[in-house]
């Protein structure tokens, strides 16, 4: 389309006075390339003339390149030529403006008798015109300043190019309405359109959407032009801004700011006054359900938590907890649902967005949901519970907090350590005061010169009159084995939990004490070396 214009251009005779000046000689050099280049595409055909045609836009718009330079740099010797040059511009832009608007009205009339696979292609090309039509517009902008920096203004078709633009800017607001309306109103078909009237409406809205975007684009170009004239287009950027939400640097221009405000304070009062009687019914309505539910959840939580306690049930202490907060989370969620549907809220997508966000969560957090499930295990199967000593996941101490995700250990020297519910869930977990009771394993020896019935004796003197030592079940102390350097005997007197550690060091203490006294070594690991000495035989 810029190409058939552009030939409007060519047909009148371009021809500039001879000059020394380098940049009126690359002018002459434009305008001399323009004429052949204008001949060759009125013999050539297809894909060769569309070459030598885009060569001719490259052309003129270098040429309007000179022309500017040579304006910037004017002198005196020019100003003829550059006139002559810019009068030139001005009836060119003019005549394919009238071309353009004519070859529009003809394409907007097609346009209508057109099938709506034919309106595509239609309106990809009116797209186009339209396009074209407004860079025309700002061209012949351009070429009136270069008239008045010639000293040679126009004033009248100035004010008429102004008068254009405004009549312009309304159009394509008006325009921008009324394709918006459209489009809403055949995406609202969409949803509720049958599977075979959605073919033909999916192809309407797809024809009303790029209506909308162009009206956008042009809008915009429009503005940008209608602000170099100091037009006033406050209210067309918040047009803009409402249509795209896309914050721009004008934004920040107060008029524009103070319009948006003053808009949505009107549309919100008009709104309230008429909604504000049903909207502060359902706000009650809401606050009350609310309200129910949150006595309800304190309620179910103390039945959950009296049912959970019972000591028929040997539920832990987390677990306890667990059903607990999740039995009252539940019945507020629940309420919270209906609070929600009450004032209007469709509750489907929102339960279809928890179950796609599960979907997605249930991906991202794999490991996370490996701890989920490692830790419901636990719970379930109860190997441990808070302040128990345990060895498990590779550490050892008292457990001091337990989650869904992670178990908190803190050894016996006070390090905190928290190891994920799937590391202790896939290795051994050993409870070391799971039983009130424990038996303390020892053993000890005597050398093979002692005394095995006195060292029997000894032994269980001393696990006998220890106080933490367990009558009920009975200790053990038997000679277990005969060792390389010593004669080893194993005592294995019974305890509380609680005591296991102060009777493993009082007897092993007392062991070492009393066998001092009663004269029985306690061996420990030697080696004898005997040397035999060797005579040399005598030479």
Do not use: C
């Not at 002018?27 to 060569?55: A, C, F, H, P």
């Not at 003129?60 to 330079?69: K, P, W």
């Not at 309505?285 to 309200?291: M, T």
């Not at 101490?397 to 178990?407: D, R």
């Amino acid at each position: 389309m810029r190409i058939i214009v552009l030939l409007l251009l060519l047909v009148s005779n371009l021809a500039v006075a001879q000059t020394t000046s380098p940049q009126i000689d690359k002018l002459n050099q434009l305008d001399k390339e323009i004429s052949v280049l204008y001949g060759e595409s009125k013999t050539m055909l297809g894909s060769t003339r569309d070459v030598v045609r885009l060569q001719l836009l490259k052309k003129n718009d270098a040429l309007r390149d000179v022309i500017q330079a040579l304006i910037e740099q004017r002198s005196d010797d020019d100003h003829d030529i550059l006139l002559k040059q810019v009068n030139q511009q001005v009836k060119f832009i003019a005549d394919a403006s009238t071309y353009l608007l004519n070859k529009i009205a003809t394409t907007e009339t097609t346009l209508e008798k057109e099938t709506n696979e034919g309106k595509l292609l239609a309106q990809k090309t009116l797209d186009e015109s339209r396009r074209f039509s407004m860079l025309l517009l700002a061209e012949q902008w351009t070429n009136y300043q270069w008239l008045k920096l010639l000293n040679q203004p126009s004033p009248a078709s100035e004010q008429a190019l102004i008068n254009d633009v405004e009549h312009r800017l309304e159009f394509m607001s008006a325009s921008l309405i009324f394709d918006s309306q459209q489009e809403a109103l055949l995406n609202n078909q969409l949803e509720s359109a049958t599977e075979g009237e959605k073919s033909t409406i999916q192809l309407e809205h797809i024809l009303t959407q790029r209506k909308v975007n162009n009206d956008i684009s042009t809008l915009q170009f429009l503005v940008t032009l209608a602000d170099k004239m100091t037009l006033d287009t406050t209210q067309y950027k918040q047009q803009i801004f409402e249509a795209t939400g896309t914050l721009t640097d004008e934004l920040l221009n107060v008029d524009l700011i103070l319009s948006i405000i003053s808009s949505w304070g009107e549309g919100s009062g008009q709104w309230l006054a008429d909604n504000a009687p049903e909207l502060l019914f359902k706000v009650l309505i809401f606050i009350a359900i609310i309200l129910t539910f949150r006595w309800l959840k304190k309620i179910t939580r103390k039945i959950v938590k009296r049912a959970v306690s019972s000591p028929n049930l040997q539920l832990s202490r987390l677990i306890q907890d667990f059903f607990t907060s999740m039995s009252g989370n539940i019945v507020f969620a629940i309420g919270l649902l209906i609070a929600l549907s009450q004032v209007g809220f469709d509750l489907t997508p929102i339960l279809t967005g928890f179950g796609v966000a599960g979907l997605v969560i249930g991906f991202a957090l794999q490991d996370t949901l490996s701890n989920f499930a490692s830790g419901m295990m636990l719970l379930i199967y109860r190997p441990f519970d808070e302040g128990d000593f345990v060895e498990a996941g590779g550490v050892s101490g008292k457990v001091a907090h337990m989650s869904l995700v992670n178990t908190t250990i803190k050894t016996f020297d006070n390090q905190v350590i928290i190891v994920p519910n799937s590391k202790i869930w896939g290795d051994i977990i050993k409870n070391v005061t799971h039983e009130s009771v424990r038996r303390v394993d020892m053993v000890f020896g005597i050398g093979y010169s002692d005394d095995i019935v006195l060292a029997e004796t000894v032994l269980a003197d001393i696990v006998q009159s220890h106080a933490a030592v367990l009558k009920d079940p009975e200790a053990v102390i038997k000679l277990h084995t005969l060792n390389t350097s010593s004669v080893d005997f194993i005592v294995r007197p019974w305890v509380k939990t609680e005591d296991y550690w102060g009777v493993y060091w009082d007897i092993t203490r007392e062991v070492k004490i009393r066998f001092d006294k009663e004269g029985l070594s306690i061996p420990f690991p030697q080696q004898d070396v005997h040397l035999h000495m060797v005579e040399k035989p005598a030479k």
